[in-house]
């Protein structure tokens, strides 16, 4: 493992452990050079999967850009880390079961919809709306609505997403 900070490829490791839920082994490293400590993940990958994009090119999927999906849509928002990090891998578990190498990106797009409306309504929204393209306030009004009829009074903690 090459060292983030001198580039060294003598590295060795300090540490390791399963993460939480066991679907990674967290590992310390430091390295020899300038000793430096990092922490990296190994995880478990069935097979290498493309991401087949609506303009049909083809790229290499990225669990890293999945989980800044959720970030960025979570940004400041009230959920847990690890909330985030089980939602992840349970999306990588569900594509990876499919069976198939190619997985269209608005199959992606829906599993991060789902999950982000079983977490926290208004990152629902915000993802909802950047992944639908919504161009006017109606868009909003059509969704939010949706949301209230669709969720109980006591799902994302009692806290409903009402009009302004």
Known sequence: ?????????????????PT???????????????AGRFTTFERVQLRDHVVVKKSGRRMPFDRDKLARSFEIALRKRPVDIDRIERMVTGI??????????????????????????????????????VYRNFREARDFETLIDQLNEDAPESANDGARVDEP
């Not at 060292?3 to 003598?10: A, N, Q, V």
């Not at 190619?102 to 797009?109: A, C, L, M, V």
Request: net charge neutral; proline share 1%; hydrophobic share 30%.
């Open 1 to 17: 493992m090459r060292c983030p900070y001198c580039g060294s490829l003598d590295t060795q490791v300090k540490d390791s452990r």
């Open 20 to 34: 939480e839920d066991s679907s990674a082994i967290r590992r310390r490293r430091v390295c020899s050079g300038c």
């Open 92 to 129: 990588v578990r569900q594509l990876e079961s499919q069976g198939e190498s190619e997985i269209q990106s608005d199959r992606i797009g829906e599993l991060v919809m789902e999950g982000l409306r079983s977490l926290d309504s208004v990152a629902y929204v915000r993802f909802a709306s």
